[in-house]
């Protein structure tokens, strides 16, 4: 069973604001979930259709799942973790930073191509979504356990740091042409607007993903995918 209370308490952790005041989040899945549950993430509830054999575990029917869950179809599974403690800033090997990344969806790829990457810490503007967004959650399909996240003012950031600071321009420098090196932050900008006036002035060196179409008719690329694009670039040297 699971009480009115409780998923009062759940629901609510849609919501950001409800997120940071509790220090919540929710995860879905019984593949999230054990990532989370194999990581030094602090489980509080398990509520799911079937046993994970953890303390926690709530056995619910699929109606009451799906009173909780933000998915349309629900997957088995929903469990509330503890955000974790914020842990310092590191400015050395590759970082990545977004400015102003808004969409769920995208946050989650990038969280996943920085695992698959090896880039242990993405530093995100307070602008772009949080990371413990539901949808966020989802996307990362358990990659948020392997990178650390920092939101921080991103301009001030970037004006302090003692590494080449490369920005995703379409006027930049051809990136298949150019030499990466193995430290720098990568930055990349908002989905409609690209990278803003105020940490353009920060950036050290502006690089560009080529266009090869016939008519060059493409306006931009997806910022994940020219995310995945940059980051195999640094990492190929």
Request: charged share 25%.
């Amino acid at each position: 069973m699971i009480s009115k209370n409780q998923i009062k308490n759940i629901t609510r952790l849609k919501q950001k604001k409800y997120r940071q005041q509790d220090g919540l989040f929710i995860a879905e899945g019984r593949k999230v979930i054990e990532e989370f549950l194999n990581s030094t993430f602090k489980l509080v509830d398990l509520f799911t259709t079937e046993t994970f054999d953890v303390d926690q575990e709530v056995i619910i029917s699929e109606n009451d799942l799906k009173k909780i869950s933000c998915l349309t179809t629900p997957n088995k599974a929903l469990a509330v973790f503890k955000i974790p403690e914020d842990l310092s800033l590191q400015s050395d090997g590759l970082i990545l930073a977004l400015d102003s990344v808004r969409d769920p969806g995208n946050l989650g790829t990038i969280i996943r191509l920085c695992d698959w990457f090896g880039v242990d810490q993405l530093v995100c503007s307070q602008e772009t979504v949080d990371c413990y967004n539901p949808k966020v959650v989802q996307a990362t399909m358990g990659s948020l356990t392997r990178v650390v996240i920092h939101y921080v003012d991103l301009e001030s950031y970037l004006q302090k740091v003692d590494l080449p600071v490369f920005g995703a321009f379409m006027e930049g420098k051809d990136v298949y042409k150019s030499k990466m090196p193995k430290a720098g932050i990568l930055v990349l900008g908002n989905e409609a607007n690209g990278i803003s006036k105020a940490i353009e002035v920060c950036v050290t060196d502006k690089i560009s993903i080529p266009r090869f179409g016939a008519l060059q008719a493409t306006e931009s690329l997806n910022v994940a995918t020219a995310g995945a694009i940059l980051l195999s670039e640094f990492r190929r040297g």
